[in-house]
């Protein structure tokens, strides 16, 4: 057994890795276990959100929008290209080696924070011993002050849909596939149903989304929600509520997928299927029985609101607990975990946590729903702004959407932000912002915004949330 360390982090991902870097900047000695191995066949960091999450499919995604930006969009500005084309091996490529950038980037962090990598998987034991598996099978036993779990999620597999890697995969699959098809079949219409799809779709797919609840993005404002299912229909994604996937058959080099809705069983061919349900906690060989680890019923890390376990000296943060599963939500928890482990008094303020699709137009939101004030019966107001009245989405050519701002009526306190239009993931900011500070709808309508830019929407808005907006019509005067 090596020297005791003070902290070892049981995990790569965003959760994992940016809890050992602030663990090793406050002197702690740190050591980080992760065991991803890479299209490479190389060990690498990251974890699924570097690796085959959010930068690969980010990748994709501008990619994909450049491409159809140029197809529909650049004559009308007068921008003469000729035939647009696509290379999809380039594209790929270039997509791996973003990742290959990024990853080698975090081993370079650990190297200059004195963090060091054990490769392999690691199994957390009792009084906070860590054994790491090697790829070879060669165990060694780690002791640490503190352990952080880290572990990550998986996609979510379909006993009636089961993967074969190529025909049917899951969203890692999805974003390597070298040839465009002629159709997909996505099972589910979530946040990565939907980015994946829309990847496809640009690139010439014919796109199918079966979504088994009735609701689209019930997560989502319901105006927002309403205007992103018209839009996405209206770019080509045939989306399908209500209907609930039985069964895949891979014949002659197809996917039949079978599938129920209110008028009845269906049968339909497809070249290939991502079966895109969600994901679930990894915690597989993660926990001994002797660590004493307690699991909630879903099968995530029971912790507290400081991602304590019931065990002393044993945390988890990111996507093997509560709340929902995004990579910042997961460094924050890796940074408030480490700085409470030296005595600092750290907090996650999990009422503003910012959430984006990334599709096009983004969709972007924080705080609560319009429906869910209602049903708190919180006296509030919205205002409202939509892109097709700003200068500058309209230079752009990009007019799409709204931003909707809601405020406390009685405090005037922003409670909810709701976008969906150009960079709405970039626009979202100034709300989290000001939701952080305890800010009012006032504070947004007082700050100058500079003319003209897309951010004029979110003051436009709050404006409107008053009566007060100058760029469309107000119900009321004041």
Not at 141 to 153: K, L, M
Request: net charge negative.
């Amino acid at each position: 057994m090596s020297d005791p360390y003070d902290v070892i982090v049981i995990g790569g991902g965003p959760a994992g890795y940016v809890a050992a870097i602030r663990a090793a900047q406050l002197g702690l000695k740190t050591a980080c276990v992760e065991q991803w191995i890479n299209k490479q066949d190389k060990p690498a960091l990251g974890g699924t959100c570097l690796n085959v999450g959010c930068i690969p499919s980010k990748a994709l995604l501008e990619a994909t929008e450049l491409y159809d930006e140029a197809r529909k969009n650049f004559a009308d500005m007068g921008i003469l290209v000729g035939e647009v084309g696509l290379d999809v091996p380039k594209m790929i490529a270039r997509k791996d080696g973003i990742v290959s950038e990024l990853t080698g980037g975090i081993a370079a962090l650990f190297k200059a924070n004195g963090i060091e990598w054990l490769q392999g998987r690691g199994k957390l034991g009792a009084e906070r011993a860590v054994t790491v598996t090697e790829r070879d099978g060669t165990e060694t036993v780690h002791q640490a002050a503190n352990v952080i779990i880290a572990t990550g999620s998986v996609p979510i597999e379909l006993g009636a849909t089961p993967l074969d890697g190529n025909i049917v995969v899951d969203s890692s699959g999805a974003l390597d596939w070298e040839d465009v098809p002629g159709s997909v079949c996505v099972i589910g219409a979530g946040i990565i149903g939907l980015e994946l799809g829309s990847v496809w779709r640009r690139m010439g797919s014919e796109v199918v989304l079966l979504e088994a609840q009735e609701d689209f993005l019930p997560m989502v404002d319901k105006a927002i929600a309403r205007e992103a299912k018209r839009t996405f229909e209206k770019q080509g994604l045939d989306i399908q509520l209500g209907s609930r996937v039985m069964g895949s058959e891979v014949v002659n080099g197809q996917v039949k997928v079978s599938y129920q809705d209110a008028d009845g069983e269906h049968e339909t061919m497809f070249d290939k299927l991502i079966v895109a349900v969600g994901r679930r906690a990894y915690t597989d060989g993660a926990l001994s029985v002797e660590a004493g680890v307690e699991l909630d019923e879903r099968g995530l890390i029971h912790v507290n609101d400081h991602c304590e376990t019931n065990i002393p000296g044993v945390y988890a943060i990111g996507d093997v607990v509560r709340g929902p599963m995004l990579a910042h939500k997961g460094s924050e928890e890796g940074v408030m975990v480490a700085e409470r482990i030296c005595g600092e008094h750290a907090e996650v303020n999990y009422a503003v946590m910012p959430n984006v699709i990334y599709t096009h137009p983004e969709v972007a939101w924080v705080g609560k729903t319009e429906e869910e004030l209602k049903s708190e019966g919180v006296d509030y107001q919205v205002g409202t702004f939509p892109f097709a009245a700003s200068g500058r989405a309209k230079a752009k050519g990009d007019t799409g959407g709204m931003v909707k701002i809601i405020r406390d009526r009685t405090s005037d306190r922003l409670v909810g932000a709701h976008l969906i239009g150009p960079s709405a993931s970039e626009l979202l900011g100034q709300s989290v912002l000001a939701m952080e500070f305890d800010g009012t709808i006032e504070d947004i309508a007082r700050t100058i915004h500079a003319h003209p830019t897309l951010s004029e929407a979110v003051h436009e808005a709050a404006l409107g949330a008053d009566g007060r907006a100058i760029h469309i019509a107000n119900r009321k005067k004041r």
